[in-house]
């Protein structure tokens, strides 16, 4: 029983954040989240075409949270292709790293793995100027391989957030709204996958980037998250990441 509380289905209140209107500045601790990054490249054409395609001139006179789920539902139907393939893995499936080219190759591209389409979303977002971010983190899912003696299998994942103004960050997954009717899907109403979503508890989030700023570079997203310093070469190392959960814990709001 207390399982079943813990998978419940988060819910937003759609009117609270449909009456948030745009400030004349954003607080300092987010204004991080309306910056480009490696791979997010929210200071180029593309970004900008996505959230005039969505909104045209209205953007400013659109609530932020109706002009943000407007930019999303513009972003899944411009990707024709989603590889849900989206880890590295070498001998013996070691993961070392999530396979993703990055918003403006996939939009260019039409298509990408489920991280090349959040980092496309958080890209269009900032271009609007919405706060948002990745995340990068541990979920558990049903494991399909039949050899293993594990019912539940641990994976790394992604997903995005965006800042509302007086509401906080709100969680979304844009790869939720494919297969969703997204193109008939109203502002007014909940969205499966963006604030409203079932089993949010099952992933716990690690890192709100996919590679640390100013880092020179990999192949591979988010395993040189764990690099502190930039002194040596990406290229000439493989590391291996593994990843288990434990426990959920107890939150605050848990029975």
Do not use: Y
Not at 168 to 187: C, I, K, T
Not at 195 to 201: A, P, Q
């Amino acid at each position: 029983e207390e399982l079943d509380l813990l998978r419940s289905e988060l819910g937003v209140d759609e009117g609270l954040l449909a009456r948030a209107t745009w400030p004349r500045e954003w607080p300092e601790e987010v204004r991080s989240a309306l910056e480009p990054q490696k791979g997010i490249e929210s200071d180029q054409p593309f970004a900008k075409a996505i959230v005039e395609q969505a909104l045209g001139d209205r953007l400013r006179q659109t609530a932020p949270w109706f002009a943000a789920k407007e930019i999303l539902r513009t972003c899944v139907v411009g990707f024709r292709s989603v590889s849900t393939n989206g880890l590295e893995r070498r001998a013996q499936g070691r993961v070392i790293g999530l396979k993703m080219d990055g918003a403006r190759m996939s939009v260019e591209r039409g298509g990408g793995t489920t991280h090349d389409l959040v980092a496309a979303c958080v890209a269009a977002l900032r271009a609007a100027g919405l706060p948002a971010r990745p995340v990068v983190g541990i979920v558990e899912e049903d494991n399909d391989d039949r050899r293993s003696r594990d019912r539940r299998r641990t994976i790394l994942s992604s997903w995005g957030e965006v800042f509302i103004p007086d509401c906080g960050w709100v969680p979304f997954d844009p790869n939720r709204l494919r297969g969703a009717a997204v193109r008939q899907l109203r502002v007014q109403d909940a969205w499966p996958g963006i604030g409203t979503w079932r089993d949010l508890n099952d992933r716990v989030p690690i890192a709100w980037c996919f590679a640390p700023r100013d880092f020179p570079g990999s192949d591979f997203a988010s395993v040189w998250a764990w690099q502190p310093t930039a002194r040596v070469s990406a290229l000439s190392l493989e590391a291996t990441i593994t990843v288990q959960l434990i426990s959920r814990g107890r939150g605050v709001e848990d029975p």
